[in-house]
Protein backbone atom coordinates (compact mmCIF):
# COMPACT_ATOMS: atom_id res chain seq x y z
CA UNK A 1 0.00 0.00 0.00
CA UNK A 2 3.03 2.53 0.84
CA UNK A 3 4.50 2.10 -2.08
CA UNK A 4 1.43 2.66 -4.49
CA UNK A 5 0.27 5.84 -2.15
CA UNK A 6 4.25 6.79 -2.77
CA UNK A 7 3.77 6.48 -6.51
CA UNK A 8 0.14 8.25 -6.96
CA UNK A 9 1.82 11.69 -5.19
CA UNK A 10 5.34 11.23 -7.32
CA UNK A 11 2.26 11.20 -10.17
CA UNK A 12 0.74 14.00 -8.78
CA UNK A 13 3.65 15.94 -8.33
CA UNK A 14 4.76 15.89 -12.26
CA UNK A 15 1.58 16.39 -13.43
CA UNK A 16 1.25 19.59 -11.46
CA UNK A 17 4.93 20.28 -12.71
CA UNK A 18 3.63 19.77 -16.56
CA UNK A 19 0.89 22.12 -15.98
CA UNK A 20 2.96 25.03 -14.52
CA UNK A 21 4.99 24.46 -17.56
CA UNK A 22 2.20 24.84 -19.89
CA UNK A 23 0.64 27.73 -18.77
Known sequence: MKRIV???TL???ML???IR???
Open 6 to 8: ADL
Open 11 to 13: DKE
Open 16 to 18: QDV
Open 21 to 23: RKM
